[in-house]
């Protein structure tokens, strides 16, 4: 995984440096999650751009977990749906992979991709990215993700159960400052937690920002 990065290049995440690793498991690192728009929903396709968000290179030895005393939950698995309360959500989980150099969410803006990867939702260690198309006309599962307030609850569903999470943090941040943020917001050796990531700030052509929602597993 030596020199493997991800960039986001016109709302698509694509692969840069080895893609020989491109389909391999949990050490892939992940940069800025921002999902493009949807060609079936109306929105418009991805074109190329600069790159906003290039994460550090990572090595081949792996990072020792920061987390220590975090316990994995009993659930813990591949997700297979995500609940959001306050916005009315349900959505079906797909799991997602880079392809051919890009990690983008399922064309049908009412599921949402989970980059398997990186961490389970439930695990002791990492964060567990899930990332959905914005609709600017409607119908994208995490079209308000960015009104969500600490507090909120969120629930993920896997095949052994589920795992309440709630809100600790919502932030928009423009491409370019996520794209500084990205190894903070998407580390994999924090202690276990949820991150929802979507596009924001459509601007008649393009997604301007990201809307970033944290959530840590309740007790």
């Known amino acids: 995984m030596a020199g493997a990065v991800l960039v986001l290049i016109g709302g698509y995440l694509e692969f840069r440096g080895d893609s020989s690793a491109?389909?391999?498991?949990?050490?892939?690192p992940l940069a800025a999650a921002s999902p493009a728009p949807s060609k079936a929903s109306g929105s418009?396709?991805?074109?190329?751009?600069?790159p906003t968000a290039?994460?550090?290179?990572?090595?081949?030895s792996p990072?020792?977990?920061?987390?220590?005393?975090?316990?994995?939950?009993?659930?813990?698995?591949?997700?297979?749906?995500?609940?959001?309360?306050?916005l009315g959500v349900s959505a079906r989980i797909l799991?997602?992979?880079v392809r051919k150099g890009a990690l983008i969410p399922p064309s049908n803006p009412r599921l949402v991709g989970w980059w398997s990867a990186g961490a389970r939702p439930g695990a002791a260690v990492g964060s567990a990215i899930i990332t959905g198309h914005t609709v600017h006309t409607g119908g994208g599962a995490f079209?308000?993700?960015?009104?969500?307030?600490?507090?909120?609850?969120?629930?993920?569903?896997?095949?052994?159960?589920?795992?309440?999470?709630?809100?600790?943090?919502v932030k928009v941040y423009r491409k370019k400052t996520l794209a500084k943020?990205?190894?903070?917001?998407?580390?994999?050796?924090?202690?276990?937690?949820?991150?929802l990531v979507t596009c924001e700030d459509w601007d008649g052509?393009?997604?301007?920002?990201?809307?970033?929602?944290?959530?840590?597993?309740?007790?």
């Open 44 to 50: 418009p396709a991805a074109t190329a751009g600069t």
């Open 143 to 169: 079209d308000d993700l960015d009104q969500l307030k600490a507090g909120d609850a969120v629930k993920v569903t896997t095949g052994k159960g589920s795992i309440a999470y709630t809100v600790v943090g």
């Open 95 to 97: 799991p997602i992979l």
């Open 63 to 86: 990072a020792k977990p920061k987390a220590t005393s975090t316990r994995k939950s009993a659930a813990s698995g591949s997700p297979i749906r995500v609940s959001v309360p306050r």
């Open 181 to 195: 943020e990205a190894a903070r917001l998407f580390d994999q050796t924090v202690p276990g937690r949820l991150v």
């Open 22 to 28: 491109a389909d391999q498991g949990p050490s892939q």
């Open 205 to 219: 052509t393009a997604y301007l920002s990201n809307a970033v929602v944290i959530a840590q597993p309740v007790a």
């Open 54 to 60: 290039v994460p550090p290179k990572t090595s081949k």
